[in-house]
């Protein structure tokens, strides 16, 4: 749905992601706002679980004033409810379920008068009737009465408390419930008698007559309500809140046929049993107090589902479930002009899939976010600062960087070593020596490429840089003869499989036939990457690679299909540095072991937050991690690496460019690597100073500064300059054209 806006001569396209109906349809799919199982089983549908919250706290007022939202009679519900929701509690599986009844037993006992101010109370100028002398006709009494009709009472009870005493109430318990009722326009009609014919003549003098089932009335008049005759006591309030419902909409002159009866169901709530531990019961009803009653109330689990949760740090940053920010994305995309407040939250989801993994209906929300980062490149709506440095930082991997050779020898080749563009970035040895192994071991030939798989632009939702970086990798897989591609990265060979033709193998697949060395005996944990999402076989056979290098293996928690991203995709390091460490912070807390990656990514990410990690291959070849490499060294790396395999390889001379002698200050470098400055960036604004002489004095510290616009940032640059060399004191950007 496309809509095309025109304000003070600017021209603005909104475009949404799916019609209301489809967003309904997304959202129905999560459970996390359905009622847990308690509430459920109950026709009243009490919030227990909010009570017990309460009650566990010692708000005794609090509980009680929850349950009188629903219906007064505290008392009368602890004596004489059937006790379904006990039965249905999660705990109950496993022990005692919660003993709802001895929780409102303590609210009716603790938790103070129900009457209500009068001020409070509505007054409408339509009367009520209600006929009846039971539990059905009192409740009908509140329900019309809070809602501000004058009603009066047909009856053969002699007092309000009859119909409670009548349920084994004590005189103090019933007057105790019928606080609730104090202030309504409540009149008693004694009568000897109820017959059809009387109820006709009364139902001339009101706007409208609620009957009790009890009466067993056969004919009816036309302002007249009444439903099916209940025994248990939470059915008869059930029913008469129904009933009373209707004779409302009747008097507001709306239908009144399209009240739902009263239900219970079983609850498609999924509760999360982390902490799920068989317990006795806490409290007695014959003998409760407030101790016994906070007690009991404090084992409720309070049902909820946290399954997308519980490993997501974007989630928990964003204090959002999947359903809400759906429809916080859909409000989104439908603002033509002002503030995008939801921008952020849809960048910062790396897309990793680990959300639909863990619920258990397959909530897809990374699929609403990947279709909101299209619209908002679509409709221009994207902010270009989001991702432009990842997609610059692509097109040098696939420009300056790339790489495409046969091996030796070879013209074509039967395989094709793709390391990916993160393992050149940060463990270029690795790559080196993973390569010289297989052109050793393999016959055939092994091709190689340096360079990215497109995934970069995928994630920006730049499909046609994707579309042309495929193209550019299936032009030399075709000029090299069609061979199968060893990927070592498991996005990376995601994405040639979903999006292309080619055939390919993991590089762990390939050592394990070709034979690996015990190199450890040591425990590791396995982080199991996003790239891997749902292929178990790829999960499993990383386990037995490791296992292969003698390693004992010690399984995290949320691991395999429900393991957490390291923070990198989705490009969320580029769009939110605070989320994407915090995801990498949660996905290392998870052992105390060492985590052994079989992405570059994760490695690089985990190596940031301060873990003990390292990559498979790193393993493999014994090559130590090293420190990790800030974005001008990741940079550094792949043209080093590429130099120096094109001339220890192919035995080709390269010509590096000549770099001007830069040194940079104490804590300059960490600075610039925060705010995403390249050190090149950094040359070329002082290559432009050394042409313009053009530069400002800060005259209190003594440094010269320049700067110069590269692409759509203009790159600032504070100096001092000596014969020998440039001494960068700092440096900052922003997206402005300086005149």
């Known amino acids: 749905?496309?809509?095309?806006?025109?304000?003070?001569?600017?021209?603005?396209?909104?475009?949404?992601?799916?019609?209301?109906?489809?967003?309904?349809?997304?959202?129905?799919?999560?459970?996390?706002?359905?009622?847990?199982?308690?509430?459920?089983?109950?026709?009243?549908?009490?919030?227990?679980?909010?009570?017990?919250?309460?009650?566990?706290?010692?708000?005794?007022?609090?509980?009680?004033?929850?349950?009188?939202?629903?219906?007064?009679?505290?008392?009368?519900?602890?004596?004489?409810?059937?006790?379904?929701?006990?039965?249905?509690?999660?705990?109950?599986?496993?022990?005692?379920?919660?003993?709802?009844?001895?929780?409102?037993?303590?609210?009716?006992?603790?938790?103070?008068?129900?009457?209500?101010?009068?001020?409070?109370?509505?007054?409408?100028?339509?009367?009520?009737?209600?006929?009846?002398?039971?539990?059905?006709?009192?409740?009908?009494?509140?329900?019309?009465?809070?809602?501000?009709?004058?009603?009066?009472?047909?009856?053969?009870?002699?007092?309000?408390?009859?119909?409670?005493?009548?349920?084994?109430?004590?005189?103090?318990?019933?007057?105790?419930?019928?606080?609730?009722?104090?202030?309504?326009?409540?009149?008693?009609?004694?009568?000897?008698?109820?017959?059809?014919?009387?109820?006709?003549?009364?139902?001339?003098?009101?706007?409208?007559?609620?009957?009790?089932?009890?009466?067993?009335?056969?004919?009816?008049?036309?302002?007249?309500?009444?439903?099916?005759?209940?025994?248990?006591?939470?059915?008869?309030?059930?029913?008469?809140?129904?009933?009373?419902?209707?004779?409302?909409?009747?008097?507001?002159?709306?239908?009144?046929?399209?009240?739902?009866?009263?239900?219970?169901?079983?609850?498609?709530?999924?509760?999360?049993?982390?902490?799920?531990?068989?317990?006795?019961?806490?409290?007695?009803?014959?003998?409760?107090?407030?101790?016994?009653?906070?007690?009991?109330?404090?084992?409720?689990?309070?049902?909820?589902?946290?399954?997308?949760?519980?490993?997501?740090?974007?989630?928990?940053?964003?204090?959002?479930?999947?359903?809400?920010?759906?429809?916080?994305?859909?409000?989104?995309?439908?603002?033509?002009?002002?503030?995008?407040?939801?921008?952020?939250?849809?960048?910062?989801?790396?897309?990793?899939?680990?959300?639909?993994?863990?619920?258990?209906?397959?909530?897809?929300?990374p699929d609403v976010c990947q279709i909101a980062r299209h619209i908002m490149v679509e409709t221009k709506k994207m902010p270009p600062s989001t991702h432009e440095f990842a997609l610059l930082d692509q097109q040098f991997s696939n420009g300056e960087a790339f790489l495409a050779k046969a091996q030796p020898g070879f013209t074509s080749c039967q395989y094709l070593f793709f390391p990916g563009c993160q393992a050149t970035a940060v463990s270029p040895d690795t790559v080196e020596a993973a390569y010289r192994d297989l052109c050793g071991r393999l016959e055939g030939g092994v091709g190689l490429i340096l360079g990215c798989c497109g995934a970069i632009s995928k994630w920006a939702a730049r499909e046609d840089i994707f579309a042309e970086t495929l193209g550019r990798f299936l032009k030399v897989w075709q000029e090299f003869g069609k061979p199968v591609v060893i990927c070592a990265c498991p996005t990376c060979k995601k994405i040639l499989d979903e999006h292309t033709e080619v055939l390919t193998v993991g590089i762990w697949n390939i050592l394990m036939e070709l034979g690996v060395n015990k190199v450890t005996d040591q425990v590791v944990a396995v982080h199991d990457a996003c790239g891997a999402r749902g292929d178990g076989d790829m999960q499993s056979q990383i386990r037995e690679f490791v296992q292969a290098l003698g390693c004992q293996v010690e399984e995290m928690p949320l691991t395999g299909d429900i393991s957490p991203c390291c923070g990198f995709g989705g490009l969320v390091r580029y769009a939110n540095p605070e989320v994407s460490g915090k995801k990498a912070e949660l996905a290392v807390r998870r052992t105390e072991h060492k985590i052994l990656t079989y992405c570059m990514a994760c490695r690089d990410q985990f190596s940031r937050a301060g873990a003990d990690t390292c990559h498979i291959l790193e393993l493999t070849y014994g090559i130590e991690p090293g420190q990790v490499p800030d974005i001008s060294g990741r940079r550094a790396n792949r043209l080093r690496l590429r130099e120096r395999l094109l001339k220890d390889i192919w035995k080709e001379e390269t010509q590096m460019d000549t770099k001007l002698p830069i040194i940079y200050g104490e804590g300059v470098e960490e600075l610039m690597d925060d705010r995403m400055i390249l050190k090149s960036d950094v040359e070329a604004v002082l290559k432009a100073y050394k042409e313009s002489g053009e530069a400002v004095e800060d005259q209190e510290k003594g440094w010269l500064i320049t700067n110069c616009r590269i692409g759509n940032v203009t790159f600032w640059v504070k100096f001092t300059q000596t014969e020998e060399a440039f001494m960068v004191h700092g440096a900052y950007s922003h997206r402005m054209t300086v005149e």
């Open 1 to 365: 749905m496309e809509k095309e806006s025109t304000f003070v001569g600017k021209h603005y396209l909104m475009k949404q992601a799916f019609d209301q109906e489809e967003l309904h349809r997304r959202e129905a799919v999560c459970t996390r706002d359905e009622l847990p199982q308690c509430s459920a089983s109950c026709p009243l549908h009490l919030d227990m679980r909010a009570v017990c919250a309460f009650v566990a706290k010692g708000n005794f007022s609090k509980g009680a004033n929850l349950i009188r939202q629903t219906t007064p009679f505290l008392h009368l519900l602890s004596g004489n409810c059937h006790g379904e929701c006990q039965k249905k509690c999660i705990l109950a599986e496993c022990g005692d379920g919660i003993s709802v009844r001895s929780i409102e037993k303590a609210c009716a006992l603790y938790g103070g008068s129900g009457a209500v101010n009068r001020f409070m109370i509505p007054k409408k100028n339509k009367k009520a009737a209600v006929a009846g002398d039971d539990l059905f006709a009192l409740a009908c009494l509140w329900e019309l009465g809070k809602k501000g009709y004058e009603v009066q009472w047909y009856t053969r009870c002699a007092s309000l408390q009859e119909p409670l005493i009548a349920w084994n109430l004590t005189q103090e318990e019933a007057s105790s419930d019928l606080t609730a009722l104090t202030g309504f326009r409540i009149s008693l009609k004694k009568q000897e008698s109820i017959s059809e014919e009387s109820i006709m003549e009364w139902a001339k003098s009101v706007d409208v007559v609620c009957i009790s089932p009890e009466l067993d009335i056969r004919h009816f008049p036309t302002n007249g309500f009444t439903e099916k005759s209940q025994k248990k006591a939470a059915w008869i309030l059930a029913e008469a809140k129904r009933v009373s419902l209707r004779a409302d909409r009747f008097l507001q002159g709306v239908s009144a046929d399209d009240v739902k009866e009263p239900e219970t169901y079983e609850s498609r709530l999924f509760v999360t049993k982390d902490r799920v531990k068989g317990s006795k019961a806490q409290a007695d009803i014959e003998h409760i107090n407030k101790d016994s009653a906070m007690a009991e109330a404090a084992r409720c689990i309070q049902c909820q589902c946290l399954e997308c949760i519980k490993g997501c740090a974007y989630l928990q940053h964003y204090k959002r479930n999947p359903k809400a920010a759906i429809r916080e994305i859909y409000n989104n995309l439908s603002i033509v002009m002002g503030n995008h407040m939801a921008n952020g939250m849809i960048n910062a989801c790396d897309q990793c899939g680990q959300c639909k993994a863990a619920c258990p209906n397959g909530f897809d929300y």
